[in-house]
């Protein structure tokens, strides 16, 4: 029996269609290769016009998950210096970390091949400042297209044999 990922379809706007994915929905891990395909597929659509990261990490987590060399290696290739990391704290503990800056070939290259969609516990991949592609701590996984991307995204996940099923 297949199972199938199911992907919620809202109207965002008169312009932008969004489709959802809800981990909590289903028993997949963010590591399956199903998801790290749906993901790929998500970005393949919108590439062109990408061009801003925004991401979000929790130290701890992260190194526990790739290790300390693998997480300061990830970090330095999506372009996080201390120059750009915001600490988000609450009372004087730092909670988590943050940068944003323009999206390299070699960012979008590390998520087109990215293998855990947790190694980040939160990124966004943006077309100025409009949200295209986002994974939000392995809660839902989500993209916005206009009209001409969305079929673009529907043709690379049918290519792909992917087991999605679409809801409105």
Excluded: W
Aim: hydrophobic share 40%; net charge negative; with cysteine.
């Amino acid at each position: 029996m297949q199972h199938h990922l199911y992907l919620l379809k809202n109207e965002a706007s008169d312009t932008l269609t969004t489709y959802t994915y809800r981990f909590d929905d289903h028993t997949f891990s963010p590591a399956n290769q199903v998801l790290t395909r749906l993901f790929r597929q998500m970005i393949l659509a919108v590439e062109s016009e990408l061009t801003l990261l925004e991401a979000e990490y929790i130290d701890h987590q992260m190194v526990q998950l790739v290790g300390l060399k693998r997480a300061q290696e990830i970090l330095a290739l999506l372009g996080a210096n201390k120059q750009n990391i915001v600490e988000n704290k609450k009372e004087n503990i730092v909670l988590s970390r943050s940068f944003r800056v323009p999206l390299t070939a070699e960012a979008l290259h590390y998520f087109k091949r990215i293998q855990d969609l947790e190694e980040l516990s939160a990124y966004r991949l943006c077309s100025d400042q409009t949200v295209k592609v986002e994974v939000y701590f392995a809660k839902e996984m989500k993209a916005s297209f206009t009209g001409q991307e969305e079929e673009r995204f529907l043709q690379l996940i049918a290519d792909e044999s992917l087991p999605i099923r679409v809801l409105s």
